[in-house]
Every structure is written in structure tokens, then in C-alpha cells.
């Protein structure tokens, strides 16, 4: 256990200047949170008195500051509008540490946010601005010179797909197709409405929901019936690898040529919020890949790092620091 333990501590010292690419959509979250004492006199709905507000990085720009937070180098492909959101995200991503120069503005959309009121920590009401449509080809274009410079130095790329446009078809083979060829690894959170189009990559990162889903299933319960859709989606995709995570039941790894999946006990002890884990997930898993773990070592961090941010509040990150302090 010591010699394994050893292991894993080696890797999470390699994740310090990695460079890792996250190419997806990005989102600004705004969050107005507050109390509530009296219904409004104009309708009725609660009056929200303000007594904090603040802005961060979502959807795949979380995927970056998580890999900051690992003292990785993350460098953002994605898009925004031409707009003050946009703007506010991408300084936000460099106060992070983020590269945004692989960011581009697009005239013809709005930059995507995500804005809640909060009350007491209870959700009151969410606004949207958004566009879901794929980006121009120009801008597609703009976006992938972005990758194809970056990619000269990374050490891996996650694709963060949010169903926002960001991943058209053409980018989601392109991007594939060049990790291969550099021997890069590429591992994907997906949305379901691409999910069979993320063929030949290193790892797929669903949660169980995502993966009934995306095999295009009826969920059903039972180990066995686990084993076989982790295997069905392994198929599906060519992949060298599927990671199915599954809340309090832990992680279970796919392997190509592998008998029987890995599983990896949860190890959280007190759930608190499961708000951006995934994006936790994906980024140590890569990260350890890109610093030379196997998958089954790979997963095992990812397993820890998740753990540690369902008991924090909120959108939240867990440092190398942290990751080591929960190791046995």
C-alpha cells in the first residue's frame, strides 16, 4: 500500500506545469444571493433582500480553473460574444491563471450565463442568455488555429461539451484525430445529444445518467447490468476507455481488453454539494494521464479530488495539496 501510495504522490507532483487544453463552452454564472422576510405587494413572489453577489467561471471554464487549481498551465479554446459577460469571463479566467488567448468573440451571439437568485441557499429563479447554435465555420476556423498552435506543447486535452455549439462535428474529429497522432491523451465529459460522436478518444468521463442515456437505454439496476453498459458504450465509442461515475457508489472503469471493470469506492464522508465534481473528474484524470499514470491510477486520484469537493459548498476546486492530505 505504501509503494502505491508512493506511486500516486509522484504523479500528483508531476501535474505542476502541465499544459492541458480545454476546448468547449464556456459560461459566466452570476449568483445574487440574499434573504427572504416579506412577499413583494406587486405579485406574488418573494422579496429577495441582496447581501452578496459575485461572478464565476462555468461550464468548461471550470474544467480550467480546476486544472489551475492542480498547478497545471490550462489554455481555453472556446467562445464568447463581444460583449461585457465576455469580457468579465475572460478576466476572470486570468485571474485564475487561465490562457484565454485561445478565446474568440463572436459578433453573432451572446456570451453565455447563467444568472440565479438565491435565498437561504435555496434556488429561487435561474435566467439564461444563451445561444445553442453551432458556430460559424469562420469562427470555427478562428478557434481550431487557436488548437492547432497550442497543441505543439500541451501534454493533453479535455473536450467540456455543453451543447452550446462550441464542438461541431468537424472540430470534435479534427481535435480527435490530432491528439492520436501526437499520442496525446483526449478524454471527454459529453452531452448527450454528441455523445456517439466522440469516437476513438482516451477516456469518456458520464455520470450513470448520462450513460443510460447515451447508450440509449432504460436505466436498470444490478452490477451486472452496470458491466455490461460500461461495455456496450466501450464498443460504441472504440475508446480505450469509459470512467461511469457513480455518486455514492463510487467509479467504475472500462478498460479495452479488459475482463472485468475497475471500481473505485467513493470516498467522500459527508456529501455536501455535487455542484461542478464532474469537472473535477475529468481534469485530475487527465492530468494524471498527462503525467504518466495508467487509467486505473488516473481514476483513483480523480476518485479522491471528487471527493473532497462534494464537501465544500458550491462550484469548488481541490488542490494537489488537498488530494495528498486524503491519501492513506
Not at 467509479?251 to 467522500?268: D, I, Q
Not at 486505473?296 to 471527493?307: P, R
Request: charged share 25%; with cysteine; hydrophobic share 40%.
Amino acid at each position: 500500500m505504501q509503494a502505491k501510495n508512493n506511486r500516486l504522490k509522484r504523479i500528483l507532483d508531476s501535474f505542476k506545469g502541465k499544459e492541458i487544453i480545454v476546448v468547449g463552452d464556456v459560461m459566466l454564472d452570476h449568483f445574487i444571493k440574499g434573504a427572504v422576510s416579506r412577499i413583494s405587494p406587486e405579485a406574488p413572489v418573494p422579496v429577495v433582500d441582496v447581501r452578496q453577489e459575485f461572478y464565476v467561471a462555468g461550464g468548461a471554464g471550470n474544467v480550467a480553473v480546476n486544472l489551475a487549481a492542480l498547478d497545471a498551465k490550462p489554455v481555453m479554446i472556446s467562445v464568447v460574444g463581444s460583449d461585457l459577460g465576455g469580457e468579465m469571463l475572460k478576466d476572470f479566467l486570468r485571474g485564475q491563471k487561465v490562457d484565454v488567448n485561445g478565446i474568440t468573440e463572436d459578433l453573432d451571439r451572446p456570451t453565455t450565463q447563467k444568472i440565479r437568485v438565491m435565498a437561504d441557499q435555496q434556488q429561487i429563479v435561474r435566467f439564461d442568455r444563451e445561444s445553442k447554435k453551432t458556430i460559424s465555420a469562420a469562427i470555427s476556423n478562428a478557434c481550431m488555429k487557436s488548437f492547432e498552435q497550442a497543441v505543439k506543447t500541451a501534454q493533453g486535452v479535455i473536450l467540456s461539451d455543453y451543447g452550446k455549439g462550441m464542438l461541431s462535428d468537424q472540430n470534435i474529429q479534427k481535435i480527435i484525430s490530432i491528439c492520436r497522432k501526437k499520442h496525446i491523451p483526449v478524454c471527454v465529459d459529453p452531452k448527450i445529444d454528441n455523445f456517439k460522436k466522440y469516437k476513438n478518444i482516451t477516456c469518456m468521463t458520464p455520470n450513470t445518467k448520462e450513460a443510460w442515456e447515451g447508450a440509449g437505454e432504460t436505466p436498470k439496476s444490478g452490477e451486472a447490468e452496470m458491466e455490461r453498459l460500461g461495455n456496450k458504450i466501450l464498443k460504441m465509442l472504440r475508446a480505450d476507455s469509459i470512467l461511469i461515475t457513480r455518486s455514492a457508489e463510487g467509479m467504475s472503469l472500462f478498460e479495452k481488453n479488459a475482463k472485468k471493470p475497475y471500481t473505485v469506492r467513493a470516498t467522500a464522508r459527508e456529501v455536501y454539494d455535487v455542484t461542478g465534481a464532474g469537472d473535477t473528474v475529468i481534469s485530475v484524470l487527465t492530468l494524471a494521464l498527462a503525467a504518466g499514470a495508467n487509467l486505473k491510477e488516473a481514476s483513483v486520484l480523480a476518485n479522491y479530488a471528487a471527493g473532497i469537493v462534494v464537501e465544500k459548498s458550491g462550484t469548488a476546486t481541490a488542490s494537489r495539496q488537498e488530494i495528498e492530505g486524503v491519501l492513506p
